[in-house]
T-cell receptor, first 114, second 107 residues
Framework: ETGVTQTPRHLVMGMTNKKSLKCEQH?????MYWYKQSAKKPLELMFV???????ENNSVPSRFSPECPNSSHLFLHLHTLQPEDSALYLC?????????????FGPGTRLTVT | LAKTTQPISMDSYEGQEVNITCSHN???????ITWYQQFPSQGPRFIIQ???TKVTNEVASLFIPADRKSSTLSLPRVSLSDTAVYYC????????FGAGTRLTVKP
């Protein structure tokens, strides 16, 4: 248990559905991240929030929409996804102090788009 | 793109010491070197972090030469449960993971 929880753990959705992934950190950290990991591929950084402001968006398609209402919660809203979006979506948090930080990852949400 | 280069895979046997080297030729003054471990279908787990020389904790050691252009993660006496992917990151403003090193520990 890392102190970062993600729900749901598994999600199957059709291409026309709208769903949301939720991440909550109980560590008092000031930064949160979304990563995507497709089968046998490296983690891809999607979004970074620092002090609840989005500081990075790595050319992610607009069908993925992040939301960070406070420093403990992070959402990823999904709509009209494609089958190639099927992957493990990982949330992480960290406390950034003078450029050094450790990321704590949640267990991930396994997403399947049909 | 990740700023690091690691071997794609390594094999070892139980009880051996494993050293995984990472190259980061363009490391910046403010960058720290961080290593993570990832098991299948799980999020990465922090192992160790360092800036220079040597860092040791209960699970690993990290060796960083004076020029900081590379680092070596040392895992003492590995077991089957150490089979995982190991990632090296240089972290300040960049949280991108590379392909990592897939370590397979054999009995």
């Amino acid at each position: 248990e890392t102190g970062v929880t993600q729900t749901p753990r598994h999600l199957v959705m059709g291409m026309t559905n709208k769903k949301s992934l939720k991440c909550e950190q109980h560590l008092g950290h000031n930064a949160m991240y979304w990563y995507k990991q497709s089968a046998k591929k490296p983690l891809e950084l999607m979004f970074v929030y620092s002090l609840e402001e989005r500081v990075e968006n790595n050319s992610v398609p607009s069908r993925f929409s992040p939301e960070c209402p406070n420093s403990s919660h992070l959402f990823l809203h999904l709509h009209t996804l494609q089958p190639e979006d099927s992957a493990l979506y990982l949330c992480a948090s960290s406390q950034v102090i003078a450029g050094t930080y450790e990321q704590y990852f949640g267990p991930g949400t396994r997403l399947t788009v049909t | 793109l990740a700023k690091t280069t690691q071997p794609i895979s390594m094999d070892s046997y139980e009880g051996q010491e494993v050293n995984i080297t990472c190259s980061h030729n363009n490391i910046a003054t403010n960058d720290y070197i961080t290593w993570y471990q990832q098991f299948p279908s799980q999020g990465p787990r922090f192992i160790i972090q360092g800036y220079k020389t040597k860092v040791t904790n209960e699970v690993a050691s990290l060796f960083i030469p004076a020029d900081r252009k590379s680092s070596t993660l040392s895992l003492p006496r590995v077991s089957l449960s150490d089979t995982a992917v190991y990632y090296c990151l240089v972290t300040f403003n960049d949280m991108r993971f590379g392909a990592g090193t897939r370590l397979t520990v054999k009995p």
